[in-house]
C-alpha cells in the first residue's frame, strides 16, 4: 500500500526557512506528479505546488502566493520529495500535505508566528 | 486559474436520504482529445487527509461504496450519496485537475439531520 509520511513542520517566526519533507514507501516518487497542498485548520484546500515525473522533465510550477518564497525538489535516492519553504509569513500557517493521485500522506502543521 | 464553486456549503440529510453536492468550474475542465473530465471529488473527515472518492468525474475509487457516484461534464458536476449513512458525515471537495493549478471548491459540510 502506497504510503506518505511528511515531517519538518512546525513553529517558526515570521521571515524564517523551514523544509518540510515527504517520504514514499510502496511508490517512486519520481515516477509520479507529486504536489503540496496546503490547508488552514478548519479552512478549505489550497494547492502550493507541483514537480513533475523524472520523464515529464521535473519541472515545477507554483501557486502565485508562494512564487519566490516556496522551491519543490526531489532527491530520487532517497525517494523523498521536499518543500523549501522561505520568507515565511503568518498567512503561511496550514497543514501541509504531500499528494499524487488517490495518495495523501497525513499532513504536517506549519505555524509562522512571533 | 479555474475557479471551483460548490454548493451548498452545508447540508443536512436524514439518515438513509440522498445527499447532492454540485460543483460548478469557471471554464471547461473537459479535455476533447480522450473526452474525459478531469474532476475528482473528495471526502475529508476532521484530522484526517482527504481521500479521495470519484476521479474523471464518474469514475469510484476501488472500495468506495457505491452510493456515492459523480456525474457531470464540461463545468457542471454533481456528487451523490444515495442514501446517507452515518459515517458519511464530513467535508467534501471538488477539484480539478485539468489545469498546472489544481483548484479545489470551498468545500460542502454534510450532517445528519
Known amino acids: 500500500e502506497v504510503q506518505l509520511v511528511e515531517s519538518g513542520g512546525g513553529l517558526v517566526k515570521p521571515g524564517g526557512s523551514l523544509r518540510l519533507s515527504c517520504t514514499a514507501s510502496a511508490f517512486t516518487l519520481s515516477d509520479a506528479w507529486m504536489n503540496w497542498v496546503r490547508q488552514v485548520p478548519g479552512k478549505g484546500l489550497e494547492w502550493v505546488g507541483r514537480i513533475k515525473s523524472k520523464t515529464d522533465g521535473g519541472t515545477t510550477d507554483y501557486a502565485a502566493p508562494v512564487k519566490g518564497r516556496f522551491t519543490i525538489s526531489r532527491d530520487d535516492s532517497e525517494n523523498t520529495l521536499f518543500l523549501q519553504m522561505s520568507s515565511l509569513k503568518t498567512e503561511d500557517t496550514a497543514v501541509y500535505y504531500c499528494?499524487?493521485?488517490?495518495?495523501w500522506g497525513q499532513g504536517t502543521l506549519v505555524t509562522v508566528s512571533s | 486559474d479555474i475557479v471551483m464553486t460548490q454548493s451548498p456549503d452545508s447540508l443536512a440529510v436524514s439518515l438513509g436520504e440522498r445527499a447532492t453536492i454540485n460543483c460548478k468550474s469557471s471554464?471547461?475542465?473537459?479535455?476533447?482529445?480522450?473526452?474525459?473530465?478531469?474532476l475528482a471529488w473528495y471526502q475529508q473527515k476532521p484530522g484526517q487527509p482527504p481521500k479521495r472518492l470519484i476521479y474523471w468525474a464518474s469514475t469510484r475509487e476501488s472500495g468506495v461504496p457505491d452510493r456515492f457516484s459523480g456525474s457531470g461534464s464540461g463545468t457542471d458536476f454533481t456528487l451523490t450519496i444515495s442514501s446517507l449513512q452515518a459515517e458519511d458525515v464530513a467535508v467534501y471537495y471538488c477539484?480539478?485537475?485539468?489545469?498546472?493549478?489544481?483548484?479545489f471548491g470551498g468545500g460542502t459540510k454534510v450532517e445528519i439531520k
Open positions: 471554464q471547461s475542465v473537459l479535455y476533447s482529445p480522450n473526452n474525459k473530465n478531469y
Open positions: 499528494h499524487s493521485g488517490r495518495s
Open positions: 477539484q480539478q485537475y485539468y489545469s498546472t493549478a489544481l483548484t
